[in-house]
T-cell receptor, first 113, second 109 residues
């Protein structure tokens, strides 16, 4: 059973640029959720994907967007990066309808300068 | 709206002492509650969920709907329990989980 894999592990971007983060879900999981974690805070829900469609969204602007592919892997795209976007981005996969919790990736540390 | 509060940012106990990490939530429906743990240099991982009513690594947590709490307890703390602990709430069968800001537990020898 493979776990959740995220890439890249670290990234430095300039304000105004665009970034794509990638996530491979755990084998057997069909749902991917993305979270933003700022220093000293808990993870904040960005959105979730199920069956290749967005299935819930947190309080994030439209410049945060995503995709889920037929193999359940996912991408998080952020346009027009702002300094406040600097954070750890976590991907979590789960199996819908089971009542079980998430399996998390190790995250991508994004720094916007 | 869903909200999770972990009132203690830092908690320090001696090895062998009991430990309780507090979690309070606000949600009008029927929630699912979870505890996640992050050990040093490791990823966030599920510790336990209220539905299963299990004990993991000696930890238990009881959902108290009257007090809207889901405190994590262990009767005898071990040094290897030192970690960051997050409480999370999810609407039943829904996707979004709301996390607290975490409690850093330090167990001193």
């Amino acid at each position: 059973e493979t776990g959740v894999t995220q890439s890249p592990t670290h990234l430095i971007k300039t304000r105004g640029q665009q970034v794509t983060l990638r996530c491979s879900s755990q084998s057997g999981h069909n749902t991917v959720s993305w979270y933003q974690q700022a220093l000293g805070q808990g993870p904040q829900f960005i959105f979730q994907y199920y069956r290749e469609e967005e299935n819930g969204r947190g309080n994030f602007p439209p410049r945060f967007s995503g995709l889920q592919f037929p193999n359940y892997s996912s991408e998080l795209n952020v346009n027009a990066l702002e300094l406040d976007d600097s954070a750890l981005y976590l991907c979590a996969s789960s199996l819908a309808g089971t009542g079980k919790g998430y399996t998390f990736g190790s995250g991508t540390r994004l720094t916007v300068v | 709206a869903q909200r999770v509060t972990q009132p203690e940012k830092l908690l320090s106990v001696f090895k062998g002492a009991p430990v309780e990490l507090k979690c309070n939530y606000s949600y009008s429906g029927s929630p699912e509650l979870f505890w996640y743990v992050q050990y040093s240099r490791q990823r966030l991982q599920l510790l336990l969920r209220h539905i299963s009513r299990e004990s993991i690594k000696g930890f238990t947590a009881d959902l108290n709907k009257g007090e809207t709490s889901f405190h994590l307890k262990k009767p005898f703390a071990q040094e290897e329990d030192s970690a960051m602990y997050y409480c999370a709430l999810r609407r039943t069968n829904a996707g979004k989980s709301t996390f607290g800001d975490g409690t850093t537990l330090t167990v001193k020898p």
